[in-house]
């Protein structure tokens, strides 16, 4: 079991530039999420994906955000046009339909300057 | 809003005896309960849950129990051991499988030798 991989682990980025995250989630998991944590509060919902399908965004997922999940397998994640507000850890995090739980990777702590 | 309550920010329990931790949730359409516990530089990690038709569930040294009326969910860990400093989060969804998770802010325990 090797868990869910995200890459990179920080990313520090100027205000206006796009960054790009990535999730393996584990391999026999069909469904996949996104999680926002910034500090001192709970992890907050994004979207989530079933398969390559997005089935769900949160109103915290402004224009400036896209998921996807091509084949069903990784997903990426990317913000444009960074702003200081996006400065978080982004959590992504996956299950199965028959699992309830979900498996969280360590994230990726964005810092926009 | 704040849909799910952890109004102590820390707690701080001497070794071998109990931890209780406590959670508020507004949202009577949540039906699905998860305590999620997490050390720095990692994911959350899975500890235990509970559905709303149930009042406790028990799981080695963690129980959760669940008081509907009240809306209301507490975690007792016993005995307490080092092991379990960390920062614990209570989560809860509406729809048990999809885990469009709604967190609380955490509540930091340490364990006192």
């Known amino acids: 079991d090797t868990g869910v991989s995200q890459n990179p682990r920080h990313k520090i980025t100027k205000r206006g530039q796009n960054v790009t995250f990535r999730c393996d989630p584990i391999s026999e998991h069909n469904r996949l999420y996104w999680y926002r944590q910034t500090l001192g509060q709970g992890p907050e919902f994004l979207t989530y994906f079933q398969n390559e399908a997005q089935l769900e965004k949160s109103r915290l997922l402004s224009d400036r955000f896209s998921a996807e999940r091509p084949k069903g397998s990784f997903s990426t994640l990317e913000i444009q046009r960074t702003e200081q507000g996006d400065s978080a850890m982004y959590l992504c995090?996956?299950?199965?339909?028959?699992?309830?739980?979900?498996?969280f990777g360590s994230g990726t702590q964005l810092s926009v300057l | 809003d704040q849909q799910v309550k952890q109004n102590s920010p820390s707690l701080s329990v001497q070794e071998g005896r109990i931890s209780i931790l406590n959670c508020d949730y507004t949202?009577?359409?949540?039906?699905?309960f998860l305590w999620y516990k997490k050390y720095p530089a990692e994911g959350p990690t899975f500890l235990i849950s509970i559905s709303s038709i149930k009042d406790k569930n028990e799981d080695g040294r963690f129980t959760v129990f669940l008081n509907k009326s009240a809306k209301h969910l507490s975690l007792h860990i016993v005995p307490s051991q080092p092991g379990d400093s960390a920062v614990y989060f209570c989560?809860?969804?509406?729809?048990?499988?999809?885990?469009?998770?709604?967190f609380g802010q955490g509540t930091r325990l340490t364990i006192n030798p």
């Open positions: 995090a996956s299950n199965s339909y028959t699992n309830e739980k979900l498996f």
């Open positions: 949202n009577s359409m949540f039906d699905y």
């Open positions: 989560a809860a969804s509406i729809i048990q499988g999809a885990q469009k998770l709604v």
